[in-house]
T-cell receptor
Framework: DQQVKQNSPSLSVQEGRISILNCDYT??????FLWYKKYPAEGPTFLIS?????DKNEDGRFTVFLNKSAKHLSLHIVPSQPGDSAVYFC??????????FGQGTRLTINP | DADVTQTPRNRITKTGKRIMLECSQT?????MYWYRQDPGLGLRLIYY???????NKGEISDGYSVSRQAQAKFSLSLESAIPNQTALYFC???????????FGQGTRLTVV
């Protein structure tokens, strides 16, 4: 049972435009959400997180939006840069429980 | 030096062999995880441990076992490796609730 789903395996965006990566979840007990970025041959690295008491969190070019009623979160990258090309994973946890990850979305930024 | 170190980084082994993947951390975190990454399936949880005396199965624990030798060390064993265990394996640590996890660089395991 996939509790965290990223339904788009890949996304291609032109440099300078906005990249929007989406994530859906099924467990209403999730109260903390994270986005990770992964380059080939490296481990995932943390990008940004959001608590369920918020609906938006911003860090530089990265903004995460949380819609609890829709059980949906998204990551916006503005403006997109070539170095943003990577696989992005969303993750979630419920209280003191384990971290659960989605399938990942491969983002390609085209010059 | 990396905060979360996995050894080996690459390994090729034969079907039926026992193999151990090791993870050590210098972050002082209580929580440690083992995930495997397969194309299109994301990061799937194999086992996790919230302290030295705590071991929990994840969603795909069959065929695997773990040992938490100390706060800093968490090993993953494949008792009898099979080809569909060919994957990229990641160890991660976490300090507690509502915090980010830190990942090692991964172990690429190939079972032939």
């Amino acid at each position: 049972d996939q509790q965290v789903k990223q339904n788009s395996p890949s996304l291609s965006v032109q440099e300078g435009r906005i990249s929007i990566l989406n994530c859906d979840y099924t467990n209403s007990m999730f109260d903390y959400f994270l986005w990770y970025k992964k380059y080939p041959a490296e481990g995932p690295t943390f990008l940004i997180s959001i608590s369920s008491i918020k609906d938006k969190n911003e860090d530089g070019r990265f903004t995460v939006f949380l819609n609890k009623s829709a059980k949906h979160l998204s990551l916006h990258i503005v403006p997109s840069q070539p170095g943003d090309s990577a696989v992005y994973f969303c993750a979630a946890s419920a209280g003191a429980q384990k971290l659960v990850f989605g399938q990942g979305t491969r983002l390609t930024i085209n010059p | 030096d990396a905060d979360v170190t996995q050894t080996p980084r690459n390994r090729i082994t034969k079907t039926g062999k026992r193999i151990m993947l090791e993870c050590s951390q210098t972050k002082g975190h209580d929580r440690m995880y083992w995930y495997r990454q397969d194309p299109g399936l994301g990061l799937r949880l194999i086992y996790y441990s919230f302290d030295v005396k705590d071991i929990n199965k994840g969603e795909i624990s069959d065929g695997y076992s773990v040992s938490r030798q100390a706060q800093a060390k968490f090993s993953l064993s494949l008792e009898s490796a099979i080809p569909n265990q060919t994957a990229l394996y990641f160890c991660a640590t976490q300090t507690g609730d509502h915090t980010e996890a830190f990942f090692g660089q991964g172990t690429r395991l190939t079972v032939v």
